[in-house]
């Protein structure tokens, strides 16, 4: 097996692998986001970073910062660690909850963010879209709401942008495995091509003293 044998051989694996990436949800790509510049319209920031594959969303851990007009919204940061949950999402954004009632208030407290987009998430590397403002009664777009049995708060958000960031896929070790499959084999495959060589080398060698005697 030559050299342009191995290659092709690893090009169809290579190819295999991908295509079968694209077609099953196992090996589906998945693009991660960052978001930045959030501002709440009664102060606090939003940053973070989050994952979606076309279907879902995954791995996010968005930040905020509170501010004294929002005092049930203080510094936060929601992630599947510590118990925040999807309750609903779809390519132009998504909601996260959280609920505690073991914290220093007495009360049971829940909050709740929302984060949408002018347009669906981009899949492209360095495109962004940017965050959906909020209206002032607060029910539509990027906004983030507090609520106990004293009160309830809620901000909406002044801008910021959301950008797609390098990709991954989980085929990408397979066709790793593969190409260093394949040059493993070319390798073994010189190697006892030489050992041949070296074989048929040494009778034609004999003969040749034979004949002189």
């Not at 050299?3 to 090996?27: E, N, R, W």
């Not at 693009?31 to 969303?57: A, E, R």
């Not at 390098?166 to 397979?174: F, M, S, V």
């Not at 091509?193 to 004999?206: A, M, R, T, W, Y």
Request: charge should be neutral; include cysteine; aromatic fraction near 10%.
């Amino acid at each position: 097996m030559n050299l342009q044998k191995i290659a092709l051989l690893t090009g169809l694996s290579v190819a295999s692998v991908l295509g079968s990436g694209a077609l099953s949800p196992a090996h589906a790509i998945v693009t991660n986001y960052v978001i930045s510049g959030g501002t709440f319209s009664t102060g606090g920031t939003l940053t973070g970073t989050f994952k979606y594959d076309g279907s879902t969303y995954t791995d996010w851990s968005i930040s905020v910062t509170g501010a004294s007009s929002t005092p049930l919204l203080s510094a936060f940061t929601y992630s599947a660690a510590n118990g925040s949950t999807l309750s609903s999402f779809s390519p132009s954004g998504f909601t996260l909850d959280y609920s505690d009632n073991k914290l220093t208030l007495p009360q049971y407290f829940e909050r709740t963010l929302t984060v949408s987009f002018d347009q669906p998430l981009p899949l492209s590397i360095g495109q962004s879209t940017n965050l959906t403002k909020s209206n002032r009664s607060y029910t539509t777009g990027s906004r983030e709401s507090g609520y106990t049995n004293q009160g309830t708060n809620a901000r909406g958000i002044n801008g910021g942008i959301v950008t797609a960031v390098p990709w991954e896929t989980d085929a990408l070790p397979l066709v790793g495995a593969t190409m260093v499959f394949g040059a493993g084999v070319f390798a073994k495959r010189k190697i006892a091509q030489g050992k041949i060589k070296n074989l048929n080398f040494e009778p034609v060698k004999s003969e040749c003293l034979s004949n002189v005697d």
